[in-house]
């Protein structure tokens, strides 16, 4: 089955610029399928970043459009988080995620979530 | 946005207790609707889809309920290992997904 499996920099200064990568495994992200990042802040609730087609299109939370950037790279089997101009605000565990187009529309699976923290 | 207003935001139930959990959507979303539970440290886990449906491996003592506006999920007998954070999830039309603040279900 599908698993994904978040990675990138743990440390983030503020002004700059969060990347992370979603490694897709089990399944082909070529698939009819939302990939999705959800963030959660520390002690906090989740929140939905956005979400890519594998044809290259996207959907943004409105909150985070001007400052996000969600790309996929179908020779890796992955897709990709930018986040630019950070703050401490932005510190969070990032999780990736597969959502379905019609039928199956929820989060599932999940990635294990990986927590960035913004700090100089 | 459609605003997901869940309550409580935090319960303590005794084991073999019936708890109940509730999310208001602030407009119709028919049952556009999913439950998740999260354990500390770990992601969330889906539990419930389209507002009723029970997710394959997923025990019995859960459900969910609701359409409209107004949704419930209820475990009908609590267990030591549902201590988690429960949280609704909306994908009614417009974008974006939402959720709702969360529930953390505690043994008394």
């Known amino acids: 089955q599908v698993q994904l499996q978040e990675s990138g920099p743990g440390l983030v200064k503020p002004s700059g610029t969060l990347s992370l990568i979603c490694a897709v495994s089990?399944?082909?992200?070529?698939?009819?399928?939302?990939w999705t990042w959800v963030r959660q802040p520390p002690g906090k609730g989740l929140e939905w970043i956005g979400e890519?087609?594998?044809?290259?299109?996207?959907n943004y939370n409105p909150s985070l459009r001007s400052r996000v950037t969600i790309s996929v790279d179908k020779s890796k089997n992955q897709f990709s988080l930018k986040l630019n101009s950070v703050t401490a605000a932005d510190t969070a565990v990032y999780y990736c995620?597969?959502?379905?187009?019609?039928?199956?529309?929820?989060?599932?699976?999940w990635g294990q979530g990986t927590l960035v923290t913004v700090s100089s | 946005d459609i605003q997901m207003t869940q309550s409580p935001s935090s319960l303590s139930a005794s084991v073999g207790d019936r708890v109940t959990i509730t999310c208001q959507a602030s407009?119709?979303?028919?049952?556009?609707l999913n439950w998740y539970q999260q354990k500390p440290g770990k992601a969330p886990k889906l539990l419930i889809y389209?507002?009723?449906n029970l997710e394959t491996g997923v025990p019995s003592r859960f459900s969910g309920s609701g359409s409209g506006t107004d949704f419930t999920f209820t475990i009908s007998s609590l267990q030591p290992e549902d201590i988690a954070t429960y949280y609704c999830?909306?994908?009614?039309?417009?974008?974006?997904?939402?959720f709702g603040g969360g529930t953390k279900v505690e043994i008394k």
């Open positions: 995620a597969r959502r379905g187009v019609i039928d199956d529309n929820w989060f599932d699976p």
């Open positions: 089990g399944g082909s992200i070529s698939k009819s399928n939302w």
């Open positions: 890519i087609y594998y044809s290259g299109s996207t």
């Open positions: 407009q119709d979303i028919t049952n556009y």
């Open positions: 389209d507002a009723s």
């Open positions: 999830q909306q994908y009614g039309n417009p974008l974006p997904l939402t």
